[in-house]
């Protein structure tokens, strides 16, 4: 799970004082599970609502908005300027949706609410007809904490790889709202080994593979090379776990729709590497058209592109 873009941490430059930084830590988590608690009381969508207003108030004014106009800017160039200005605000309405639907997930996944449809095109299939776990993978879209769901209606024991909150306080309130996902969570940090792991005991790994990954090879994303993983193609192509897409989509207010796709096959006759890359580069085309159809539900607010494509992307 990504970090929280809406809160404004003063814990990393407070590090040489521990105590100081724990208490502030545990402030900062307070303050947090009360401003959701409170948030999310009531109607579900009312809640939802909320969070998008909340969203477009505050995010706007937050350092990270500059990287949400860059990355509109160079994945549609010729989206005019308005246009750029008004989807950035629709999409800092999305993230605090999502933020406030940290609260509301016991609701939000409960069968009975009908709030979450999960229509299989082939990969859950696959993996029911093979026997073999599979590698679910997806974009920071409407709600990406709904992922465990596309395995989760068909009983496919899942294990997520997520990003810790750099605050501990926030990060065990947070596990308390995600335990209804039923799912085991891996640290990025630490994944690459025991992701491997899980796959070879049998367990299905999910993972959003669309922001930016350092040690990754370049890729294009948009047509512009960005840095991407090839770790789930590669472990697809090494152990026969079939790389599987899987598309959420926002239909109103906390109402969505999963879809997940056919496995991405690897191309016959390449290297192991070279068909990683390919697996991999049409992931990203296959994300491009995904976000293209509803750029306001694509959360964006990290550095996507190499600094230097960014600072042509600003001076155009």
């Known amino acids: 799970m990504p970090q929280l873009y809406l809160m404004s941490s003063l814990s990393r430059q407070i590090d ?14 307070a303050g947090l599970g009360r401003i959701l608690r409170a948030a999310g009381a009531g109607d579900t969508d009312a809640a939802s609502d909320r969070g998008e207003r909340f969203g477009r108030l505050i995010g706007p004014h937050l350092r990270k908005h500059q990287h949400v106009l860059f990355n509109l800017r160079t994945a549609f160039p010729a989206m005019p300027q308005r246009t750029v200005e008004v989807t950035a605000g629709r999409i800092w309405g999305a993230i605090g949706r999502t933020l406030v ?20 095109l082939g990969g859950v299939e696959h993996v029911r007809r093979t026997g073999k776990p599979g590698i679910f993978i997806s974009a920071h879209l409407a709600n990406w904490n709904l992922l465990p769901l596309a395995a989760a209606h068909a009983r496919i ?26 799912c085991r969570f891996l640290e990025v940090k630490e994944a690459s080994r025991p992701m491997l792991r899980e796959l070879q005991q049998g367990r299905s790994v999910g993972l959003l593979m669309d922001q930016r990954y350092d040690l990754g090879r370049a890729v294009p994303f948009f047509g512009v090379p960005a840095s991407t993983s090839l770790v789930p193609a590669r472990l697809s192509l090494r152990l026969g776990a079939p790389l599987i ?5 926002r239909r109103g207010s906390a109402r969505f729709v999963i879809t997940v796709q056919r496995p991405i096959e690897p ?19 296959l994300f491009a058209r995904w976000i293209s159809a509803a750029p306001e539900q694509w959360l964006c607010a990290k550095r996507r592109w190499p600094r230097p494509h960014r600072q042509k992307v600003a001076a155009a």
């Open 267 to 285: 191309e016959p006759g390449l290297s192991e590497e070279d068909a990683a890359l390919g697996m991999t580069t049409r992931v990203n085309e």
């Open 16 to 29: 040489r004082f521990p105590a100081l930084r724990d208490q502030l830590w545990r402030l900062e988590a």
């Open 157 to 182: 024991p899942l294990t997520v790889v997520y990003r810790r909150q750099s605050n501990p306080a926030i990060e065990r309130l947070m596990d308390d709202w995600r335990r209804v996902l039923d």
């Open 245 to 249: 897409p899987v598309r959420i989509e």
């Open 101 to 120: 639907e940290y609260a509301l997930l016991d609701r939000i996944c409960d069968p009975a609410s009908g709030r979450v449809r999960v229509i299989d």
